[in-house]
């Protein structure tokens, strides 16, 4: 179904246009693309190479695949597809097809290890393949289009939508095409047409007719499903379209796409949704960038500066162990299983020397390739491991980061430590932006506080997705809100929701002087951004972080009530003084084990302590920080309520 081309915003500098030009065209794609099955460093199973991989113990990942073998597969129905429309659950569906997945990614890899024994491997990979072709849609229900369509909520086969769920399907039918493809035609002739087939008409096609996919970024919104959906549509044109032209046609129309996605990368490399939505954004985007220069035998080499500062950004985002700053909808720890050994292999391509340590130790810290992560990374996972896995004399606590800290202009994000080069003591991290970022929490201002790399004064992160999370009540969830940050609420307004919502960067930190000041008003709807300024520095000297707020507010509220509030968001046990100060210690954080604790005091004295506790039912959040998190707000003196200041000092707890 063509539905045509709206008006599309004129796209910036287009770095892989002009770095690869004519190269890129479908007439030149033809010819680089010829053999490019046998150039990937995934081989068939019948490879040699995968000895290697039989050799690793796989411990967890045998052992599951062992369990489950044999046993009735998760089946996800269609009351469960309903039920997003229904009630806004999201996980009963999308876990059902998570399952579903990761125990096809196993059975593919006991097969690919198994040798000459894989034949009951392979009628178990045949049932999983077999089954996501029978399965009505690929599409994740909270994405597809049928219920704003037609009000139905049974998923429309002849109107495939194509989103983040079809392209993880596709790209794991198109890697185990490639490592099992020669044994199930012997095992079950018809398979891989078949596959072939619901390729063609669930995926590429939609591909090709539409130009109306959100995603696509052609109205200049580009954001991490681009990348993602980009990078999984290369793989199954390359393992799944047998015909050249049609081949080349689906390449050229993804590295446009690809290359509007690193267009709008600014030049320090940030990413506006953070360290979690790095992986599936950016880190798909590498991904598809090295199996094209793979099947194009190195013509479509992608050295760009662009992706120099890409691979920089997690190693600035790290605060200590499997801590990393978090913004946006991300976790403050990182998942396990993350492809830590993708990242290495660009920074030592690239020559960063830091980003390549950093992401070494991470990588050695790794159990056996997770099947969350999708077939294709654990396939290319266990081939590059099995020949060149590096070991490290660091470990996760003592991984070496950028000297003094960094600051990202384009998002306003400074990260300042107190012992450079390392987690010891404190790290501050402080935020300006705007409240118009992809997966926005109203954040402005914010900031995180950890010592020995522990965040103790946090941002909460992502709950569990629902319709509301995407809907017109996003902001109803206490997560989102700026109330349950670690910002100020003037006349206890919450900051607004859009770009226009922004801080003013009064003075840019340096490493000598790492202080970040920033005008807030206008994140809050005032008049001017200097109604309201937040200064956030690192005092190396002292060995304590400052944050000082100051203000002069209209005489009367533009809303909201007459207080003047400042909030921290707590992590930890929390113990208030009487004398203007406080103490903070890691007990109830989960998997931190040496606890830790900072101490807070504050000016005036005669502010008001207000706690309270937010009691943690929602898993994603409980399983970071525990039971519950504190949010302490400091209420002005009504003396200083329209024009004021309270400074907040943050100290390493002494034990």
Known sequence: MATGNAAVVAPPLRPLRSAWGPLAGESSLRESLRGSRDRLTV????????????ARPLVELRTQAEAEKGSPWPQPLVSDYARYFRDGNRTAYEGLVASRQQRLTRAVVMAAVAGPDRVGWLDEVIDGAYLLCEQSSWSWAAHDDVFTRSGEVVPDRTLPYLDLGAGEVVAQLAWLDLVLGDALDERAPGLRQRIRQETHDRVIRPFLDRFDWHWLGLHGDVHNWNPWIHSNIIVAALLLVDDPGLQAQVIARCIEGLDRFLASIPADGAIDEGFAYWWNGAGRALEGLALLEEASGGVLNPDLSVICALVAFPHRMHLGGRWFLNVADGPARAHEGLPWDMLHRWAVRLG?????????VFM???????????????????????????????????????????????????????????????????????????????????????????????????PTYTAQTFGPDRYQIRAMQSAWH???????????TGSSFAATVLQEPTPEDPTLALGLGAAYGLDHAEQWIRTSLMN?????VVIDDRWNLPAHPPEGTHDVDITYLVAGTVRVGSDATATITSVG?????????????????????????WHLDDPLLSDIWGQKLTRIRFRMPEETRASGAFTLTVEAAND
């Open 43 to 54: 081989r068939p199973a019948s490879d040699a190479g995968w000895q290697l991989s039989a």
């Open 352 to 360: 960063d020397s830091e980003a390549a340590a950093h992401a070494a």
């Open 364 to 462: 050695d810290a790794e159990p056996d390739p997770d099947p969350r992560s999708g077939l294709g990374r654990v396939l290319t996972s266990l081939t590059q491991l099995s020949s060149s896995k590096r070991r490290n004399e660091g470990s996760l606590g003592h991984v070496l980061r950028p000297s003094w800290g960094t600051y990202l202009q384009s998002v306003q994000i400074m990260v300042a430590r107190q012992a450079p080069g390392t987690s010891d003591g404190l790290t501050l991290a402080a935020k300006g932006g705007h409240n118009g970022e992809h997966h926005n929490h109203r954040d402005v201002g914010s900031v995180v506080v950890a010592v020995d790399g522990v965040p103790l004064l946090v941002d909460a992160g992502q």
């Open 486 to 496: 670690s910002v100020p609420a003037p006349f206890g307004l919450e900051q607004g």
């Open 540 to 544: 190396r000297e002292l060995g304590s």
């Open 589 to 613: 954080i989960p998997t931190v084990i040496s606890h830790v604790g900072l101490h807070l005091r504050w000016k005036p004295a005669t502010a008001v302590v207000l706690v309270d506790e």
